[in-house]
Every structure is written in structure tokens, then in C-alpha cells.
């Protein structure tokens, strides 16, 4: 072969090895950051976790509102209670403005489904004159909320919807002692809505883009009202109207009409890029009764033949990968890949160390461990790209029970499908017919769940970026209990 051409070729694997290579680092980089946090989260005595709180993702976490602000304060109408949670108009209203007006000490978190709060009113005081609703930053606050711009209330007097404006609209039921009443924003109608007594008393289109606070305000002698932010259980079943929301939405994805195979094409797609051969194997059995046969073509320009390439070969490095024999699975590199491996510092020869290094830990050899560590790691140690990830792997020998440990992660399963997948990336990047290496990194079924999380991520941008994001977890959960 011509030494140019050699040379070239040569340049072409290394950058191939090198794209393929980062992005798992990253992804163990990912998982180390996240072990971090849960571990020091574990240990900290953090207070109990609101109910309103829900599941989130690293970059969806939002400050709640827990208690009343009582640094702004309408003037002295209205004394909040030391907890925070409960507010009295002692005395007689002589104006139409001396209201006692109170909003929440954060905004209504809005990276989500819904967010709602209560009021239960312990004395409905001289004329009942309550509200609950949700005001902008800078409202006056000696003003019922509604009564201005940039501001919705639910009043207890009349039972009015007051939106922007000093008179309010037919809306619902009046509100009295001994009645809780609640708040919420539903982002993915838009609509803002309010209970009474746990029902729902009617919806509102919420046109306001940017922030809202949870607001109550008192208006007559001896009215009081405490607040629940979700430390305490609601007496409105969020949950199921959570539950209901998702139906709603789940519905209308199941209106749009899908050809027969193609949920078919995607998953054999899916067990093909990741070698899972004797699954598809009984797959294709299975299907062939069902559906009619397919030619399957990605988007990305992978065919039948390139998924199918390599196939045994990905299955049983997989499967020796998963099994903890990294050193077998080194030697079926070297018979059948010898270019990936070729490189003793390259990122995948990396991978492959750190996890025979974490397999000799998960076997208790730990004197033999630390001797394949200093063996091993020095060279990787000394070129500064892997220092963060091979102080993680030695950090495992520092504790009795590394598993209950900060890099306990590294004794899991998943850190062996991690590796496992960039040793099937690379084996699929040897393909001559593989324009694009990106291309071996994601099965199909994961592209088309990346554009469904971009879909998430533009609605909520278009709604003044409010509203939840994809979670695949959240959907899967959901069909368990279902």
C-alpha cells in the first residue's frame, strides 16, 4: 500500500478513535459528577422533601416557594404568622386599598407539568373578602390580586375571577370558613386553574409569559388563612390530575397515524447497532407471523447491511464485556480489531483498563488491583486527560465498602454497559461503508428520542420557556404502574 495512503488512513482511525472515545469519557464524566451529588446528598441532613417537589432532571432543578415573603408587606393590613404559613387582618378596613396582600417568597416553579397550592380558610373575618391567586414581581401589594395587570384571583366574597381588571367574571362558587381552596398553573394547556374543596372550579388562559407568585390576600377584621406550599397533603388530588394531563397528551401522540412495521424497523434497528443477536434472532421469529417484510433505512444513511455488520463479533465482546472478562475480551480485540487497540493510550484502551482494574476491586483482589493500577495507569495518568477518571478508579481501594462509596457507581452494571458500548461504537466504525463515525455512536430509536426531547425543549421555549421537558423515565414508570 502506498505509504501516503497508509499514512492517511491512519490519521482517519486515530480521529475516529478519538471522537468515539471523548464522548464516552464524557459520559462516564457525567455519571461521576452525578454519583458525587446523590452521595453528598445522602450524607447531608437536608429537610424533607416537599410533596410538591417532583422528579427532575440535573439541569430542570427549581427553587420552590416553601413560605410567605415577609420582607415586602402591604403596609401592615395583613400580620403573617411566625411560621410563615398563615396570615390575619386584625383590624377594620377603612379603604377600598387597604388590602393585605402577600405573595410567596419564590416564583411558581415553571420547568414542569403543573405547579399548584392551597389556602384553608380558618375565619372567613366580617366579609369574607379572601382571594388566592398569582401576581407578577412588583404587583402593589395593596391590591386584591386580579384588580391589575399581570395578575389572576379567585375571590371568596363573589366567587368572581378577577384578571387584570377591578371587575371580575362569573366563575365559580363563594368561599368561606372552613373551605380550602387552590391554585395552579397548568403549563401545557397554558390555563391557570382553581379548586374548591379538591374539585375544580373552573380554568383561565394564562396570557402572562413571565414569572408568577403564589398570592393570597385579606380584606376584612379577623379574616385568617393558612398556606400550604405541599409540605402537608393536598386535600386536591394532584397526582391524578397530573395522571389525567399525561392521558390527555399520551391520546392525542396515539391519533397520529404510524405505518404497521415501522415501530418494528426501530426496534431490530436497536438490537442490531447494540449486537444483540440472539435477541433479534427470536425478534424476526416472533414478527414474521405479524408483519410483512421491510427494507429499513435510517435517516442517517445506516442500511440493514451496515447495522448487520460485524454482528457475532459485537455480541460476544458485549457479552464478555458484561461478564467482567475484559482480558478475554482484549484478546478478541487484538485477533479481530487490532487497529483499535493498537494504541495502548488511546481512550478505548482506557475504557478497557480502568475496567479490569474495577473487575480485579469487584473480586476482591485488591493487592493484585493495586499492582495491574500501577502497571496500567501511570501512562494514562501522565498524559492528563484521564486524571480526574483514574483518581475515581484508585479511589475505590480507600474504602471497606467501596460500594457505599461516592465511586461505588464503578462497581455497577452500567459502568460495564459503558464500556461495552464504545467497544461496539468502535467495532462498527471499522466499517468501510461508514461515512461518519457520529453515526456509531446512537441507534436509531435513541436519534429519534433525542429529537423528541428537542421537540419538548422548543414547545417550551415558544410558551416563554415554561412548561416540562422529555423524561423517558417518567413514561416508562408510567406504564409500569398502568
Same mark, same amino acid.
Given at each position: 500500500?502506498?505509504?501516503?495512503?497508509?499514512?492517511?488512513?491512519?490519521?482517519?482511525?486515530?480521529?475516529?478513535?478519538?471522537?468515539?472515545?471523548?464522548? $464516552?469519557?464524557?459520559?462516564?464524566?457525567?455519571?461521576?459528577?452525578?454519583?458525587?451529588?446523590?452521595?453528598?446528598?445522602?450524607?447531608?441532613?437536608?429537610?424533607?422533601?416537599?410533596?410538591?417537589?417532583?422528579?427532575?432532571?440535573?439541569?430542570?432543578?427549581?427553587?420552590?416557594?416553601?413560605?410567605?415573603?415577609?420582607?415586602?408587606?402591604?403596609?401592615?393590613?395583613?400580620?403573617?404568622?411566625?411560621?410563615?404559613?398563615?396570615?390575619?387582618?386584625?383590624?377594620?378596613?377603612?379603604?377600598?386599598?387597604?388590602?393585605?396582600?402577600?405573595?410567596?417568597?419564590?416564583?411558581?416553579?415553571?420547568?414542569?407539568?403543573?405547579?399548584?397550592?392551597?389556602?384553608?380558610?380558618?375565619?372567613?373575618?366580617?366579609?369574607?373578602?379572601?382571594?388566592?391567586?398569582?401576581?407578577?414581581?412588583?404587583?402593589?401589594?395593596?391590591?386584591?390580586?386580579?384588580?391589575?395587570?399581570?395578575?389572576?384571583?379567585?375571590?371568596?366574597?363573589?366567587?368572581?375571577?378577577?384578571?387584570?381588571?377591578?371587575?371580575?367574571?362569573?366563575?365559580?362558587?363563594?368561599?368561606?370558613?372552613?373551605?380550602?381552596?387552590?391554585?395552579?398553573?397548568?403549563?401545557?394547556?397554558?390555563?391557570?386553574?382553581?379548586?374548591?374543596?379538591?374539585?375544580?372550579?373552573?380554568?383561565?388562559?394564562?396570557?402572562?409569559?413571565?414569572?408568577?407568585?403564589?398570592?393570597?390576600?385579606?380584606?376584612?377584621?379577623?379574616?385568617?388563612?393558612?398556606?400550604?406550599?405541599?409540605?402537608?397533603?393536598?386535600?386536591?388530588?394532584?397526582?391524578?390530575?397530573?395522571?389525567?394531563?399525561?392521558?390527555?397528551?399520551?391520546?392525542?401522540?396515539?391519533?397520529?397515524?404510524?405505518?404497521?412495521?415501522?415501530?418494528?424497523?426501530?426496534?431490530?434497528?436497536?438490537?442490531?447497532?447494540?449486537?444483540?443477536?440472539?435477541?433479534?434472532?427470536?425478534?424476526?421469529?416472533?414478527?414474521?407471523?405479524?408483519?410483512?417484510?421491510?427494507?429499513?433505512?435510517?435517516?442517517?444513511?445506516?442500511?440493514?447491511?451496515?447495522?448487520?455488520?460485524?454482528?457475532?463479533?459485537?455480541?460476544?465482546?458485549?457479552?464478555?464485556?458484561?461478564?467482567?472478562?475484559?482480558?478475554?475480551?482484549?484478546?478478541?480485540?487484538?485477533?479481530?480489531?487490532?487497529?483499535?487497540?493498537?494504541?495502548?493510550?488511546?481512550?478505548?484502551? $482506557?475504557?478497557?483498563?480502568?475496567?479490569?482494574?474495577?473487575?480485579?476491586?469487584?473480586?476482591?483482589?485488591?493487592?493484585?488491583?493495586?499492582?495491574?493500577?500501577?502497571?496500567?495507569?501511570?501512562?494514562?495518568?501522565?498524559?492528563?486527560?484521564?486524571?480526574?477518571?483514574?483518581?475515581?478508579?484508585?479511589?475505590?481501594?480507600?474504602?471497606?465498602?467501596?460500594?457505599?462509596?461516592?465511586?461505588?457507581?464503578?462497581?455497577?452494571?452500567?459502568?460495564?454497559?459503558?464500556?461495552?458500548?464504545?467497544?461496539?461504537?468502535?467495532?462498527?466504525?471499522?466499517?468501510?461503508?461508514?461515512?461518519?463515525?457520529?453515526?456509531?455512536?446512537?441507534?436509531?430509536?435513541?436519534?429519534?428520542?433525542?429529537?423528541?426531547?428537542?421537540? $419538548?425543549?422548543?414547545?417550551?421555549?415558544?410558551?416563554?420557556?415554561?412548561?416540562?421537558?422529555?423524561?423517558?423515565?417518567?413514561?416508562?414508570?408510567?406504564?409500569?404502574?398502568?
Amino acid at each position: 500500500m502506498d505509504a501516503s495512503l497508509t499514512l492517511s488512513l491512519s490519521h482517519t482511525n486515530s480521529e475516529t478513535q478519538d471522537l468515539i472515545g471523548s464522548y $464516552f469519557l464524557d459520559q462516564w464524566r457525567l455519571k461521576s459528577k452525578s454519583a458525587a451529588a446523590k452521595f453528598e446528598s445522602v450524607l447531608s441532613e437536608a429537610e424533607k422533601t416537599p410533596l410538591m417537589e417532583v422528579e427532575e432532571s440535573e439541569d430542570e432543578k427549581e427553587e420552590l416557594p416553601t413560605e410567605l415573603d415577609t420582607l415586602n408587606s402591604s403596609g401592615g393590613f395583613s400580620i403573617v404568622g411566625p411560621d410563615k404559613l398563615s396570615v390575619h387582618y386584625p383590624n377594620v378596613n377603612l379603604h377600598g386599598h387597604d388590602v393585605g396582600v402577600v405573595q410567596a417568597n419564590r416564583p411558581a416553579p415553571c420547568k414542569r407539568l403543573v405547579y399548584y397550592f392551597e389556602i384553608s380558610v380558618k375565619n372567613a373575618g366580617a366579609k369574607g373578602q379572601i382571594s388566592i391567586g398569582f401576581t407578577s414581581p412588583g404587583f402593589k401589594l395593596r391590591r386584591q390580586p386580579g384588580w391589575d395587570p399581570n395578575s389572576y384571583g379567585y375571590h371568596g366574597d363573589d366567587g368572581l375571577l378577577y384578571h387584570g381588571q377591578g371587575k371580575g367574571e362569573a366563575f365559580g362558587p363563594t368561599y368561606s370558613t372552613g373551605d380550602t381552596v387552590g391554585g395552579g398553573i397548568n403549563y401545557a394547556s397554558q390555563e391557570l386553574f382553581f379548586t374548591k374543596n379538591g374539585t375544580i372550579v373552573g380554568t383561565v388562559f394564562k396570557d402572562v409569559k413571565g414569572p408568577l407568585f403564589p398570592t393570597v390576600a385579606v380584606h376584612s377584621q379577623n379574616e385568617e388563612v393558612t398556606i400550604n406550599f405541599g409540605k402537608d397533603p393536598f386535600v386536591f388530588d394532584l397526582k391524578a390530575y397530573e395522571a389525567q394531563e399525561r392521558t390527555k397528551q399520551h391520546s392525542t401522540i396515539e391519533k397520529l397515524p404510524i405505518p404497521q412495521n415501522a415501530s418494528y424497523g426501530i426496534v431490530r434497528s436497536y438490537l442490531q447497532h447494540y449486537g444483540y443477536e440472539d435477541t433479534l434472532r427470536m425478534f424476526d421469529i416472533e414478527s414474521k407471523s405479524t408483519l410483512p417484510p421491510i427494507s429499513f433505512v435510517q435517516e442517517n444513511g445506516f442500511t440493514e447491511d451496515m447495522n448487520m455488520y460485524s454482528l457475532n463479533q459485537r455480541k460476544v465482546l458485549r457479552q464478555l464485556i458484561r461478564s467482567g472478562e475484559i482480558g478475554d475480551a482484549f484478546k478478541k480485540l487484538r485477533e479481530w480489531y487490532p487497529q483499535i487497540v493498537q494504541d495502548g493510550t488511546s481512550a478505548i484502551c $482506557f475504557l478497557l483498563h480502568c475496567q479490569n482494574f474495577i473487575e480485579l476491586v469487584r473480586a476482591g483482589k485488591l493487592e493484585e488491583a493495586v499492582l495491574y493500577g500501577r502497571t496500567e495507569f501511570e501512562k494514562f495518568y501522565k498524559l492528563g486527560d484521564y486524571d480526574d477518571l483514574v483518581k475515581d478508579c484508585a479511589a475505590l481501594l480507600a474504602y471497606e465498602q467501596p460500594q457505599k462509596s461516592s465511586v461505588g457507581y464503578l462497581l455497577g452494571d452500567s459502568q460495564r454497559e459503558v464500556v461495552a458500548d464504545a467497544v461496539n461504537a468502535m467495532v462498527l466504525s471499522t466499517n468501510p461503508s461508514v461515512k461518519d463515525s457520529k453515526d456509531c455512536l446512537h441507534s436509531c430509536l435513541e436519534r429519534l428520542l433525542r429529537q423528541l426531547n428537542a421537540c $419538548f425543549l422548543e414547545k417550551r421555549s415558544l410558551n416563554g420557556d415554561q412548561g416540562e421537558g422529555f423524561h423517558l423515565h417518567r413514561i416508562l414508570n408510567s406504564g409500569r404502574k398502568g
